[in-house]
């Protein structure tokens, strides 16, 4: 029996001529809870979805469990569950008629993995009457959890599940996630929430189809060589002008209600960079230094491929 | 949908029985006597006194004409001034009838009731008029009495319910499957149940089977209903009609789930269904018979399911056949059924 629960060796699918998945390999250990990071259209969902047996690739292989994608998919579809970006349950069954017909389908019942679900589905047991299309987006989520879980999967995808979904309830279902993790389910989870990444145990950096880094996230922060500075002032619109046009100015985002400022020097000195801003009429300026976080290093990773497509070009 | 289920059978049966008339009634003649003779009059009473004319005159050919042009007239009759000298004398005399054929098959039936109309005035005339000379041998000829078996009272009511609780059922099986899977679709449903176990044979099963149970309780209550209004004689076997109705019935819902499985929205699916829906109806010989289109239409028809379901449900109920009678229907449904059905299930793949 191998370590590894997913095994993926050099999966490709294009659409065309986009390339939604490029050339992906990727092992994810038993009982891991690993994150798909990116952007829309950086194609995780694609890989989600060849993962789960519903799309096949143009190339490479896959396996779940030492299962086939290709030739064992019916092995497949037993022990997984997936849960699909989309709500894709039946809205006009009540919230226990889809848990026992998804139930049903897989020749169990509810109660016999009642205790798997139990942390999920007593949030929405007092509404089991209810019809699905009639549940908030938080509920129709654990819904859908608890039917992806209902026949005890060994793997559990889920297509970016906190997607549309208040902040309380995305801090509710990532509980839920830790707590399903400790059952020895392997959990592969798609977001484009950076701060998400910090709750898994490891991540993968995905855009254009391609892991840009997968590490464990306090590993990828510490790859991060640079100093980051988050400033302020008054006029925030005007600073990020202003930062971008600086000479010394290696790069300038927008983070909530700071920017956070790189400098191309090693050794920055604070006050002529003060100085400068004050030239530009900038007043309450707050300069301070802060510790990356993943959003920073996905950025960072983002110019760096940038900027290797750019010169491939030139050459 | 439960309303819907109860009301249409009743609505379609009732509205279009009475409105799909296929008799001939207010047949608008103009007739213009330039006779004035008592023989004249004989005729057109004829003409007026018959349930399906009415019979208006008319002083010129121009007023005629302008009148058939506006579509108030279906027939301008012209009774020469001579006509009764003439019929006397040479005992023969001409009459002009005009149609106005732009329905051709209204003016085919209207000209068959004027010839009926006209030949009862011939042979009364050598009966009663007194100014005529009879010999009675002239007027020996064989008489032809007409018996209408399966509907004495050649009654069209009979013949169009039983059409009408076709296109019910056709439509409840056709629509409903082919709406169904492409609804799935649409809503993502398909993603979830796709990455379980569940079998292509179960799944496709559970699509079939309500709709099967709902068209052929809509059979039921509209041959009910039938029975009421029109009273629909029920011939034959109502278990036979059940069983093959059942046979037809997949073969319409394996139709609709093969266009379910071919197409993306719930707007192309309706295109395709309409299409086979419209096609199978008009070729069927609901409203006329089949056995009189043109040869390659009768070829074409022979995959047209519609057309043989048609055919058995008029011999069982009207004709009172038994399974020796429609086996060959019952056969080419049963292979339809089979042939439609595996090819829904084959184009139905749960991976992309």
């Known amino acids: ?315 | 949908m439960i309303p819907i289920i109860f009301i249409m059978p009743v609505v379609q049966l009732v509205i279009l029985v009475y409105a799909a008339n296929l008799e001939m009634k207010e047949i608008n003649i103009i007739v213009i006597n330039n006779d004035y003779g008592s023989l004249s009059r004989q005729l057109t009473d004829k003409f007026s006194s018959s349930p399906f004319f009415n019979v208006s005159f008319g002083n010129s050919h121009k007023e005629a004409n302008s009148l058939m042009k506006k579509d108030k007239a279906d027939i301008i009759m012209t009774i020469p001034h001579n006509f009764e000298k003439k019929l006397i004398k040479e005992k023969s005399a001409d009459i002009q009838l005009l149609f106005n054929a732009v329905n051709g098959t209204k003016a085919a039936v209207a000209a068959g009731y004027c010839k009926n109309i006209i030949f009862n005035f011939n042979k009364d005339i050598i009966v009663n008029s007194p100014k005529l000379i009879l010999e009675p041998i002239n007027y020996k000829r064989i008489n032809i009495i007409n018996q209408f078996w399966y509907n004495p009272q050649l009654d069209y009511k009979i013949y169009m319910s039983t059409g009408i609780l076709v296109i019910l059922i056709t439509i409840v099986s056709l629509f409903l499957s082919s709406m169904n899977l492409v609804r799935e679709k649409e809503i993502g449903t398909i993603e979830q149940i796709n990455v379980t176990p569940i079998k292509k044979f179960h799944f496709i099963a559970g699509k079939l089977i309500p709709f099967l149970i709902i068209a052929l309780f809509e059979l039921a209550f509209g041959l009910i209903i039938a029975k009421l209004l029109f009273n629909l004689p029920m011939s034959g076997s109502l278990l036979l009609l059940f069983v093959v109705a059942a046979i037809y019935l997949i073969a319409m819902l394996g139709l609709g789930l093969f266009i379910s499985t071919v197409t993306e929205t719930q707007q192309q699916a309706m295109f395709i269904a309409f299409f086979f829906y419209l096609v199978f109806i008009m070729m069927s010989g609901i409203f006329t018979p089949a056995e009189s289109m043109p040869e390659w239409a009768q070829k074409i028809n022979y995959i047209n399911p519609v057309a043989w379901f048609m055919r058995v449900i008029r011999m069982i109920l009207l004709k009172g056949s038994g399974f020796a009678q429609i086996k060959n229907e019952i056969f080419i449904l049963t292979g339809y059924s089979i042939t439609v059905l595996s090819l829904a299930v084959w184009r139905y793949r749960k991976t992309g």
């Open chain 1, 1 to 315: 029996m191998s370590k590894h629960s997913i095994i993926i060796s050099n999966i490709s699918k294009s659409y065309g001529n986009i390339k939604a998945v490029d050339d992906i390999s990727l092992n994810v250990k038993k009982g891991e809870l690993f994150g798909l990071i990116g952007s829309d259209g950086a194609g995780k969902t694609t890989l989600l979805r060849i993962l789960t047996t519903l799309l096949l690739s143009d190339s490479g292989n896959a396996q779940i469990e030492n299962f086939d994608v290709k030739n064992n998919y019916k092995n497949i579809r037993q022990i997984v569950g997936y849960m699909p970006g989309r709500f894709s349950l039946y809205e006009d069954l009540s919230v226990e008629e889809n848990l026992n017909f998804f139930a049903s389908i897989f020749n169990t019942t509810v109660a016999q993995n009642y205790d798997l679900i139990k942390d999920v589905y007593s949030y929405i047991e007092p509404f089991k009457k209810r019809r699905a299309g009639q549940l908030s987006g938080g509920m129709k989520q654990k819904l859908a959890l608890s039917c992806a879980l209902i026949h005890k999967p060994k793997v559990l995808f889920l297509d970016e599940p906190t997607t549309g979904v208040d902040a309380v309830s995305r801090k509710e279902f990532w509980g839920m996630l830790k707590n399903l993790q400790k059952k020895d389910i392997t959990i592969m989870v798609s977001t484009p929430y950076m701060d998400e990444a910090g709750l898994c145990d490891r991540i993968s950096l995905m855009q254009n189809g391609k892991f840009m880094e997968t590490d464990t996230p306090e590993n990828i922060i510490n790859k991060f060589q640079k100093q980051i500075y988050s400033i302020k002032s008054k006029n925030k619109q005007k600073l990020i002008k202003d930062l971008r046009k600086y000479k010394q100015t290696y790069s300038a985002n927008i983070f909530g209600q700071a920017i956070h400022y790189i400098d191309k020097r090693n050794n920055i000195k604070i006050d002529e960079l003060k100085n400068h801003l004050k030239s530009e009429n900038h007043i309450d300026i707050e300069i301070k230094a802060v510790k990356p976080n993943i959003e920073d290093c996905f950025i960072e990773l983002m110019k760096k491929e940038q900027s290797a497509v750019t010169n491939q070009l030139k050459n």
